[in-house]
Each structure stands twice: as structure tokens, then as C-alpha cells.
């Protein structure tokens, strides 16, 4: 049983695009994630949702618009791809994001490749 | 900016052998957290630190969190292949109204049989 699922896990495209990443997490959380993992492997948070609210949203461009339709869902939408976007995405959950202990449970990353 | 510096970035040793990793910041955290990612995986929980002074032992893995919740260390005793991959550390904030973790960009480790 897959607690954090991704998909796809690999993605290639071309420059221009748009493309969308699915995560679904069967764990029952209410929180759920959205890091970029760099070549440098800084992993950066993008958006967090809990209860299907917004309560992240970092510096990110907004060509990138999560949504989430359930709390066990949180979907990235990315436009008009450039070749700055490839990086690892990986989508993560946990129980509360405000009690400060949480463990995070990741998802196996997408590879996003842009051509 | 509150950064959390990892070192080394990159470690090699053979099988059999002790090593040291850190994780330093000027920033307090609530709490930290150690994580290991092997290649096409997410990062998986490894223990979590709270308690200024903390030791905690996970089989041959130790973790301690610094006095002062700035800094943390994972020493490793007797290493083995299985514990290649990349630890990484991440920091709670403690910030009520916009949680976040703040990620080390992580040693890569590799032990040679």
C-alpha cells in the first residue's frame, strides 16, 4: 500500500507546454505538500493545503497553480514549461502542519525534464 | 534567511569505518528532523529532535541536537553499504500560522564494500 503516490514519475517535454503532476496520499492527512528538489538537491517548498486551504505559497512563478479537489489530493499545474522548471517534485503529507512535530511522508518524485 | 548548512556535501568511506555528519544554522528550531533519500526516492523519516541536548540512537546511528537548537550531528559507527545515500537535515521554524521546514541541501554518502 502506497502512502504518497505521484504521478508520473518521469515527465519530458518540451519547452512551452503544460503539464500537470498528480498526488494522492491515502494516510488520512489534512496537509499535504508541494516541494521542487534542485540539482543541488535543496529541496524548496512550493505550496502546502490543509483541509484543502492554501497556507503556503512561496515564492513561486504562477505558471505553477495547485489545486486541490479532496484533502487526499493536491495537483500542480504547470504552464508555459521553461528549462528552469526541470528539477525532482515531490509531493508530501502530514497530519497538521501547526503542531511544529510533524513528520512529512514523501512521495516518490516526478523527474521533470524540459526540453 | 534562515539557512541550514549541511557538511560535508559529499563523503566516501569504506565499509567498517565511523563518520560524522552536521547540520549547522544561526537560527533556533523547535525542533529537527534527519532524513535519508536513496537515488529515485522521497526523503524517509529517519528521528526527530526536540529537547536542546538530545541523544537519540537508531541502531548504529546517533543523533544528537545541539544545546542551543541550532546545530545537530548524525554520527554513523561501523558504516555499512546500506547506508549510502543522501541525509538530509530539516529544521522546524515553530511558526504557528505558517508552518514550514527549512531543508539542508544534504550530505551524500556512499560506503564501499
Redesign the interface.
Given at each position: 500500500d502506497t502512502a504518497?503516490s505521484q504521478t508520473p514519475k518521469y515527465l519530458v517535454t518540451q519547452m512551452g507546454n503544460d503539464k500537470s503532476i498528480k498526488c494522492e496520499q491515502n494516510l488520512g492527512h489534512d496537509t499535504m505538500y508541494w516541494y521542487k528538489q534542485d540539482s543541488?538537491?535543496?529541496?524548496?517548498?512550493m505550496f502546502?493545503y490543509n483541509n484543502k486551504e492554501l497556507?503556503?505559497n512561496e515564492t513561486v512563478p504562477n505558471r505553477f497553480s495547485p489545486k486541490s479537489p479532496d484533502k487526499a489530493h493536491l495537483n500542480l499545474h504547470i504552464n508555459s514549461l521553461e528549462l528552469g522548471d526541470s528539477a525532482v517534485y515531490?509531493c508530501?503529507s502530514s497530519q497538521d502542519?501547526?503542531t511544529?512535530?510533524?513528520?512529512?511522508?514523501?512521495?516518490?518524485?516526478t523527474r521533470l525534464l524540459v526540453l | 534567511t534562515q539557512l541550514l548548512e549541511q557538511s560535508p556535501q559529499f563523503l566516501s568511506i569504506q565499509e567498517g569505518e565511523n563518520l560524522t555528519v552536521y547540520c549547522n544554522s544561526s537560527s533556533v528550531f523547535s525542533s529537527l528532523q534527519w532524513y535519508r533519500q536513496e537515488p529515485g526516492e522521497g526523503p524517509v523519516l529517519l528521528v526527530t529532535v526536540v529537547t536542546g541536548g538530545e541523544v537519540k540512537k537508531l541502531k548504529r546511528l546517533t543523533f544528537q541536537f545541539g544545546d542551543a537548537r541550532k546545530d545537530s550531528s548524525l554520527h554513523i559507527t561501523a558504516a555499512q553499504p546500506g547506508d549510502t545515500g543522501l541525509y538530509l537535515c530539516a529544521g522546524d521554524t515553530g511558526v504557528d500560522s505558517n508552518y514550514q521546514l527549512i531543508w539542508g541541501a544534504g550530505t551524500k554518502l556512499i560506503i564501499k564494500p
Open positions: 504518497v543541488k538537491k535543496f529541496l524548496k517548498i502546502s497556507i503556503i515531490f508530501a502542519p501547526w511544529g512535530k510533524e513528520t512529512q511522508y514523501f512521495g516518490p518524485g | -
